[in-house]
């Protein structure tokens, strides 16, 4: 189960948040999923995370690419900690683009139920990066 589990956090990572394919993201998220690191007051569900990759990330970075460097799964859950890079092409949270390569450090938890997504938790450093990027 914790080789399946993985696989489904790779997929979606790859398939999803990548190459932007909303067959996979709608086949790997459970209805009723729900995004613990969704900014307080905003939406959690399922569109959100649909709206932060295709409304905020793939339409700011160019060659956007995803890194995996470790993954652990334990029961139904997988942690991974991975790379988000592209060339900063497009506007980011209000910052034009500056033209230059930028790297966004995760880390997330992912609960997984049925081959699906069923809970998020993350750590990132996209502050960092906006911080850098407002002052180019």
Known sequence: MSA??????RRFNIE??????????HALMAPDFINHSA??????????????FQNVLRPAFSD????IHDQIAEGDKVTTRKTISGVHS?????????G??????????VRVEDGRYAEHWGLNTLSNVLAVLSKA
């Open 39 to 52: 900014p307080q007051g905003m939406p959690n569900g399922p569109d959100s995370m649909w709206n932060t």
């Open 16 to 25: 999803v948040i990548q190459n932007g394919n909303e067959t996979e993201f």
């Open 64 to 67: 956007l690419k995803i890194t």
């Open 90 to 98: 497009g506007t980011l949270m209000g910052i034009p683009a500056t």
């Open 4 to 9: 399946d589990n993985k696989e489904v956090v």
């Open 100 to 109: 230059r390569d930028v790297a966004i450090s995760v880390i997330d938890i």
